[in-house]
């Protein structure tokens, strides 16, 4: 079992930056993928971007050139840098890791950005 703790969300105004951090305790010696996805209001969960074990990074066209994905191996953490956010950012951010072919997801938290 793994379990995943995210920090970081919070109200930015556009333009802004924020930067959320996942970290995972419990079963960690096999995570591989790390990853985000958010909801926003009224909208279907979507992929935001991955990282692999090995650092190859996968990015949503909508966050490409504004979000990056990180990962402290060491830490078992994953972080989200988000810059120059938008309104159609706010959403619910959910961290996501495979570990031994298992998906977990954090509690989610909220981002919210003010035009």
């Known amino acids: 079992q793994v379990q995943l703790v995210e920090s970081g969300g919070g109200l930015v105004q556009a333009g802004g930056s924020l930067r959320l951090s996942c970290a995972a305790s419990g079963s960690t010696l096999s995570i591989n993928t790390m990853g985000w996805f958010r909801q926003g209001p009224g909208k279907q969960r979507e992929l935001v971007g991955t990282i692999l074990l090995g650092g190859s990074t996968n990015y949503a066209d909508s966050v490409k050139g504004r979000f990056t994905i990180s990962r402290d191996n060491a830490k078992n953490t994953v972080y989200l840098q988000m810059n120059s956010l938008k309104p159609e950012d706010t959403a619910v951010y959910y961290c996501?890791?495979?570990?031994?072919?298992?998906?977990?997801w954090g509690q989610g938290i909220q981002v919210t950005v003010s035009s």
């Open positions: 996501y890791i495979v570990s031994r072919s298992q998906g977990y």
